[in-house]
């Protein structure tokens, strides 16, 4: 057989099976193609996406403009690594700085790294600003949270899975419950040596978890009052995902005149990763003010793709379109429309208990247990009715399809998650 022959469903899983570590469990359906907020398999079955690659594709499948940037790039220069300089990188970290208003950008591939990146510079300011004693620093972080996979971020994990035989794990972490404003000013006060608060403004991988609407501003005032830097992990929430530009921010444009929207943060650290690229390559990034961000300095950090000509490309063609096509304005008003529509459903459901989520983040709860495999039997029947999405846990599905979703798309996509979801009633 060719390496790259035409491959049916079973056999592409089977080699996958066979040849690939099996760190994932996938629904059972092997796509060959994307198109805005469509994905095919390569039996020719078209799907409605409703994970986006866990909203790193919010701009949709494929769009012509990102691909026209990546591609561009590729046949110019793909990648000089930061022993030189590139003519995209500049460019782009200016435009990103200004985008999301921060003095400095610092260039990386994935979410993981973006927030190691995040506690370094965290730890290097605790050190070299506010004068904590070398190796002292504490980072508050909170329960429940997912923030990758590398080892010192899974130290702070409490998700068995994800930890167990991966020891041993780094120090310096303090975990607090999520959404607790009482928890974080005790640790605060109780301990003179924290450094930075690191929090997702909605629990994502948790089960899109949405705290109090003044949580993240009275976290960050309290951070302020300790001098500990807020850290926003905005990997799977930014970039118009939840209806605001960021989770973080607190003004909407849209227009609807009963938004009273929610107290605007300014992260002292912003994390971003996913969507910055619309999914076209991995791109991630780490934004701050110059006082934070100057204490890394040449050698301290670095990656050889970090920043490389084609990332910084394809970043200001993904952000130009989240912009030039209101994806975040679309994303509020469609995820107001599909919770009301899904609240409706559930009145009458004993199978549904709540729908909850910003923008197009959101999540059913499955009236069973956590442990149960009714959200992933769920997630099969959906696939079965054309439509992709997969459980946070066994009781929770997570809906967010990519942000270019029409409000026709929306509604049929609604009457394909509730006829499904009456066939488990
Ligand atoms: C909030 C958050 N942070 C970090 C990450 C890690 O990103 P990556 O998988 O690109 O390393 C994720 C991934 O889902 C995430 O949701």
């Known amino acids: 057989m060719a390496v790259l022959e035409k491959l049916t469903s079973q056999q592409a899983i089977d080699l996958e099976n066979k040849y690939g570590a099996h760190n994932y469990h996938p629904l059972p359906v092997v796509l060959n193609k994307g198109e805005g907020v469509y994905v095919w398999d390569v039996e020719g079955k078209k799907y409605y996406d409703?994970?986006?690659?866990?909203?790193?594709?919010?701009?949709?499948?494929?769009?012509?403009?990102?691909?026209?940037?990546?591609?561009?790039?590729?046949?110019?220069?793909?990648?000089?690594?930061?022993?030189?300089?590139?003519?995209?990188?500049?460019?782009?970290?200016?435009?990103?700085?200004e985008y999301f208003g921060f003095d400095k950008l610092l260039p990386m591939n994935t979410g993981a790294e973006a927030v190691e990146t995040a506690l370094k510079i965290c730890r290097k300011w605790a050190y070299e600003k506010k004068g904590i004693s070398e190796n002292e620093a504490q980072i508050i972080v909170c329960e429940n949270n997912f923030h990758g996979r590398t080892t010192t971020i899974i130290s702070f994990s409490n998700d068995p899975v994800a930890r167990k035989n991966f020891g041993p794990y780094t120090s310096g972490f303090i975990k607090i419950e999520y959404d607790n404003l009482k928890a974080l000013e005790q640790a605060l006060e109780s301990n003179a040596n924290v450094a930075g608060f690191l929090v997702e403004p909605i629990q994502g991988e948790a089960g899109v978890y949405v705290p109090s609407d003044d949580y993240l501003s009275k976290a960050k005032a309290l951070c302020e009052k300790h001098n500990v830097l807020f850290i926003a992990d905005e990997v799977q929430t930014g970039i118009a995902r939840t209806g605001r530009l960021l989770a973080t921010c607190g003004d909407c444009s849209c227009s609807d005149k009963n938004c009273s929207g929610t107290p605007n943060v300014k992260p002292d650290v912003l994390i971003l990763g996913k969507a910055l690229s619309g999914g076209a390559y991995p791109v991630s990034g780490v934004l701050a003010d110059d006082h934070i961000m100057e204490v890394i300095k040449p050698g301290n950090h670095g990656s050889t793709f970090g920043g490389n000509p084609v990332a910084a490309a394809v970043a200001v063609a993904a952000l130009e379109v989240v912009r030039d096509e209101k994806l975040a304005e679309n994303a509020f008003e469609l995820g107001e429309l599909f919770r009301?529509?899904?609240?409706?459903?559930?009145?009458?459901?004993?199978?549904?208990?709540?729908?909850?989520?910003?923008?197009?983040l959101n999540a059913i709860v499955i009236n069973d247990d956590e442990n149960s495999e009714t959200a992933w039997n769920i997630c099969v029947a959906l696939k079965e009715n054309g439509l992709l999405a997969k459980p946070t846990h066994g009781n929770i599905i997570r809906f967010a399809p990519p942000l270019v979703m029409t409000k026709d798309q929306l509604l049929e996509c609604v009457a394909i998650i509730t006829k499904t979801l009456k066939e488990f009633e």
């Open 50 to 97: 409703f994970l986006s690659a866990y909203s790193a594709v919010n701009q949709g499948h494929c769009h012509p403009k990102i691909v026209g940037a990546m591609m561009e790039q590729a046949q110019t220069l793909t990648l000089t690594s930061r022993a030189f300089y590139n003519d995209r990188l500049g460019a782009y970290e200016k435009f990103a700085s």
């Open 340 to 360: 009301s529509e899904l609240n409706e459903y559930i009145k009458t459901s004993n199978i549904v208990n709540l729908v909850r989520g910003k923008g197009l």
